[in-house]
């Protein structure tokens, strides 16, 4: 097995914002321009004893956006003119993918954006993915804050060669001494302890039912589903919904059924044999269009069980007041539009019934903005 070290420099739109979000929804033409044109492919390979035996490092000559953007020049301190002498993406992830080869290796790199971005690049350019589906691969980072920080933090590769006492003798931020300072923490890491440890990467979302997977970790598991129009008929698919428990596999019986919070959902079920079990299903966009789910079933406890019983119940508090001011607002909008038919006889006297007419104004008013208020909370 050989390990990949990967890392890639990006640039982005020198419009202020330019993001995934204004590239188009997801799904649509525009959203195929990727947010980050990679400019740089810098790797190392390593061998069992995470050993380098080999580096690939190249600049990519940019077609999106052409100027670097200032923060971009500012921390890897690539020159315009370096870049306009390189190679465009094709040859150069051609060549790249040559480099990688058909020995069995899998991909290592600080953050879960890199593998990400690269197939981005490479859909933008109708280059074929020649990964596996699903592409599984080591986040250093997170593997890092597992073994050193019980993983409640995330440390930049800076400060992990910084705290393991790795000499800096080459300047960061350049691909190819990112990948160097990564190859060194990552023999630092137990790997022998957190093998299982591979994250899935998203880019690339199960096509079908058959191609959905479950991942089993030592005290959790993850599934991720194929895409779906929205979240309503991601929840209505029997799969995603289901509890099997890390441990020994088997079906969970729901102790809290499936609720909704922050566009993701919960649960809480309980395997006969190892307890409880607490549930998340994380709803996300796929970069192809629609949205999927990724579910992750771990061991839990009592006091988890009582805290997610509360959120719900506060959850449920807070819907009933929201439909109360609803049905309020409602109502008021109703009396105020069947009050002014009262009035119609008195039309005679215009002049007099100018109060009549404020007061018509005057209550609708308030429903309106209320309205606006609801309108808005529900599209964020
Ligand atoms: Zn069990």
Redesign the pocket.
């Known amino acids: 097995m050989q390990y990949i070290v990967i890392d890639l420099e990006w640039n982005q739109s020198m419009e202020a914002g330019h993001s995934k979000k204004e590239a188009g929804p997801a799904g649509s033409p525009l959203y195929k321009i990727p947010p980050c044109e990679i400019i740089e492919i810098g790797a190392v390979k390593l061998n069992e004893n995470f050993e380098i035996i080999g580096e690939f490092n190249e600049l990519v000559r940019p077609r999106l956006y052409k100027q670097l953007h200032f923060a971009t020049r500012k921390v890897t301190h690539i020159k315009q003119s370096e870049l306009e002498q390189a190679r465009g993406f094709s040859k150069v992830a051609a060549a790249f993918l040559k480099w990688v080869g058909n020995e069995k290796h899998v991909f290592c790199t600080w953050g879960s954006m890199d593998l990400t971005e690269f197939q981005r690049n490479l859909d933008y350019y109708h280059i074929r993915s020649p990964f596996q589906n699903p592409l599984l691969f080591y986040d250093l980072q997170r593997i890092y804050c597992l073994q050193y920080e019980n993983a409640i933090h995330t440390r930049s590769l800076e400060s992990a060669v910084d705290a393991l006492g790795i000499p800096k003798d080459i300047p960061f931020h350049r691909a190819s001494a990112d990948t160097y300072y990564t190859a060194l923490v990552m023999r630092k890491l137990d790997m022998e302890r957190y093998h299982n440890e591979l994250t899935p990467d998203l880019h690339r979302v199960p096509r079908r039912h058959s191609e959905e997977y479950l991942l089993n970790y030592d005290d959790y598991n993850l599934y991720v589903s194929r895409a779906f129009p929205d979240a309503i008929a991601l929840m209505l698919d029997l799969s995603i919904r289901q509890t099997p428990?890390?441990?020994?596999?088997?079906k969970?019986v729901k102790k809290i059924k499936w609720f909704s919070s922050n566009h993701d959902f919960f649960c809480m079920a309980v395997?006969?044999?190892?307890g409880l079990l607490k549930a998340k299903i994380h709803v996300k966009h796929a970069d192809a269009g629609g949205i999927f789910g990724v579910r992750k079933v771990e061991l839990s406890d009592e006091e988890s069980l009582e805290q997610m019983k509360e959120r719900k119940l506060a959850l449920a508090e807070k819907r009933r007041k929201k439909i109360r001011a609803e049905k309020e607002a409602a109502q008021a909008e109703a009396e105020a539009v069947k009050e002014p038919v009262k009035e119609k006889p008195v039309k005679e006297k215009p002049i007099k019934e100018k109060p009549v007419k404020e007061n018509k104004k005057e209550p609708a008013k308030d429903p309106l903005r209320k309205g606006k208020k609801i309108s808005k909370k529900r599209k964020a």
């Open positions: 428990c890390p441990v020994c596999g088997a969970a395997c006969k044999k190892h």
